[in-house]
């Protein structure tokens, strides 16, 4: 009952942009900590992104200046804004969502009090 599920990711060139989107099923998002993940071939996976429910954002140092998270209660939808994407930018992004706040989600722990989805392939190449 409790879902999210990722879209919006794909093929761009570097420089380009990309708005992934994260749509929420089955709870509120008024009340958690929203977030984004990614995961690189053979790389740890990594927080990229994190909005505390009282709106505090947060960014890992790379995407800092080039992505922007932000939410749409009335859509109950959260999306991740990624501009001037570099090729190791390339990963799997996981929306995220932590009931206990963002310090997990920027960690790149999945939450033990909240919820995640499966991911979408965001690929940067010429």
């Known amino acids: 009952q409790l879902q999210l599920v990722e879209s919006g990711g794909g093929l761009v060139q570097p420089g380009g942009s990309l708005r992934l989107s994260c749509a929420a099923s089955?709870?509120?998002?008024?009340?958690?900590?929203i977030g984004w993940f990614r995961q690189a071939p053979g790389k740890e996976r990594e927080g990229v992104s994190c909005?505390?429910?009282?709106?505090?954002?947060d960014y890992t140092d790379s995407v800092k200046g080039r992505f922007t998270i932000s939410r749409d209660t009335a859509k109950n939808t959260f999306y991740l804004q990624m501009n001037s994407l570099r090729p190791e930018d390339t990963a799997v992004y996981s929306c995220?969502?932590?009931?206990?706040?963002?310090?997990?989600?920027?960690?790149?722990?999945?939450?033990?009090?909240?919820?995640w989805g499966q991911g979408t392939q965001v690929t940067v190449s010429s």
């Open positions: 995220a969502v932590d009931r206990g706040g963002c310090n997990l989600i920027l960690l790149g722990a999945l939450p033990d009090v909240g919820s």
């Open positions: 089955g709870f509120t998002l008024d009340y958690v900590a």
């Open positions: 909005r505390t429910s009282g709106g505090s954002t």
